[in-house]
């Protein structure tokens, strides 16, 4: 069995190689909190907390990217946390994004 990377079934846009800051928000139930957008593929995304991560194990959330001009396609995408470390979490998408990488990439980056 390969790496966890070679498993991976999207190509991730991996936002700190391009020095981009982008901010998620994400919404769990009525509680709200902001995280940084440290990688994203058309499944899912990996983001960061530089405060106190709230215990989201297993949680369904909603998650938004904040201030990109996407006709609401990074909007409210209902998702579900797949795994935590540390201040990280990674959500897996409940519907797999409709565009292609270079066009993700060009949205987030």
């Known amino acids: 069995?390969?790496?966890?990377?070679?498993?991976?079934?999207?190509?991730?846009i991996q936002l700190c190689a391009y020095g981009v800051d982008t901010v998620c928000i994400?919404?769990?139930?009525?509680?709200?909190c902001h995280l940084d957008l440290v990688d994203i593929s058309?499944?899912?995304?990996?983001?960061k907390a530089k405060d106190p991560l709230p215990d989201f194990a297993g949680s369904r959330l909603v998650l938004?990217?904040?201030?990109?001009?996407?006709?609401?396609?990074?909007?409210?995408?209902?998702?579900?946390?797949?795994?935590?470390s540390g201040q990280e979490i990674g959500v897996q998408f409940d519907t797999k994004l409709d565009m292609a990488v270079q066009e993700l990439q060009h949205l987030v980056g």
């Open 1 to 12: 069995m390969g790496t966890h990377a070679e498993r991976r079934q999207y190509a991730r």
């Open 42 to 47: 058309a499944g899912g995304a990996r983001l």
């Open 64 to 84: 938004s990217v904040h201030g990109v001009k996407d006709s609401g396609r990074l909007q409210n995408l209902p998702a579900q946390v797949r795994w935590r």
């Open 26 to 32: 994400v919404m769990h139930g009525q509680q709200r």
